[in-house]
């Protein structure tokens, strides 16, 4: 099941060598992990409940244990201060829904759950 990287990044990042060094790099720490970028970096273009002051980085993989190694690798380890002491921000891991999730299912198996 594909597992998700979510970034919710400060909306004025300080851009300098470090950043840009991360940037080049990050791609390469990724690839061992089946991990691509979906979105990078990308203001909302609109919204239409709520705020949302910041970008978003949305990074797909196709497991979550391979969302975890990549995080939890040497390799991006050693990228993650280079962002931090410029850009703000959130990270996230989690699960997708499995192909051909259904909501009403959920719907149905939370009204049993509440019921008792």
């Not at 998700?4 to 909306?11: C, D, F, I």
């Not at 970096?41 to 990074?59: D, F, K, Y």
């Amino acid at each position: 099941m594909t597992a998700y990287a979510l970034g919710n990044l400060s909306p004025k990042p300080v851009l300098n060598e470090e950043v840009f060094t991360y940037l080049e790099r990050v791609q390469a720490t990724l690839d061992p992990y089946g991990g691509r970028f979906l979105v990078h970096g990308a203001p909302a273009r609109e919204v239409p409940e709520g705020t949302w002051p910041g970008t978003l980085v949305i990074i797909a993989f196709p497991t979550y244990e391979n969302a975890r190694a990549w995080y939890a690798s040497d390799a991006y380890q050693a990228l993650i201060p280079l962002r931090t002491r410029h850009v703000e921000g959130d990270i996230l891991l989690i699960d997708g829904v499995p192909e051909g999730y259904d909501p009403a299912t959920t719907a149905a198996a939370l009204r049993t759950a509440a019921a008792g």
